[in-house]
């Protein structure tokens, strides 16, 4: 089979445990990329985070972020872009405050949190690292609730943290009733909130379409719940070692693992 798209999902895939891309994967989507094979990074992440983290490949990638909300092609043209209402996004304040537990929610540069207090203040350092480290632009909000509407941009994505599971499931139970929204995960402390329909597998779909490629032409590579639309979809669904049971026994192959260079070992395989 001529592959003609892989995408890569980034943290605990593409990226180490230490947040980086390591020289061996970085030489395989090189090689591949000349090869004239279309690179997608396809990421829960907010866009901006993705971007910086693409400028180390040495050539621009396409960019699936915030779970298949926005799509954009290796010139920064916007493909898709899936903006959440900002009714939906009171109304998951209100169920994050229902139960005290932390939320931010994002546009393709900005993450808007709620203003820090004793009761988000072990988030407040959190708050700091991510904004460094992520290069993104982190604004806190006073008043979510009424100053949300004020906000001149467009949200694609929400996401609730808490690290009591049994909270997070409570929580993900009660927004299983929205019907109007994709419900999904990438860490065992988080619920990720997006438009229904929105999932990295869509976003393939929307990409195949665009550029004349089948779904049969894709490999992809995940390691996560919100991975699991793009694996299924992708004529070669790749999970790498460390991914989730879920996935896995969903996956056509099962590659090494992210600290094992599991990215080049499918491009190597299966494309050079």
Known sequence: MGYKLIAVDMDDT???????????????????????????ISTGRIYASAY???????????????????????????????????NEIVQLIRISERYNTYYHFYSDTTVYTPEVSNKYEKYAEWNKLFSSFLKVDVKEIENPLVNVYKLNTSIVKYVIFNDDNNLIKIIRDDLGVKSNLNITSSYFNNIEIINKG???????????????????????VGDSENDLEMVRYAGLG????????????????????????????VIEKYIL
């Open 14 to 40: 593409l990226l180490t445990h230490d947040k980086k891309i390591s020289e061996e994967n970085i030489k395989a989507l090189r090689l591949a990329h000349e090869k004239g094979i279309r690179i997608v």
């Open 198 to 220: 929105v999932n990295k597998g869509n976003a393939l779909k929307i990409l195949g379409d665009y550029y004349n490629i089948d779904r049969s032409e894709m490999i992809a």
């Open 238 to 265: 790749v999970a790498v070692d460390n991914a989730i049971d879920l996935l896995k026994s969903n996956a056509d192959f099962i590659t090494k693992s992210n600290m094992d260079n599991g990215v080049a070992h």
């Open 52 to 86: 910086s983290y693409s400028e180390v490949l040495g050539f621009k990638p396409f960019i699936i972020a915030s779970n298949g909300a926005i799509i954009r092609d290796p010139d920064n043209r916007k493909l898709y872009e899936s903006v959440m209402d900002m």
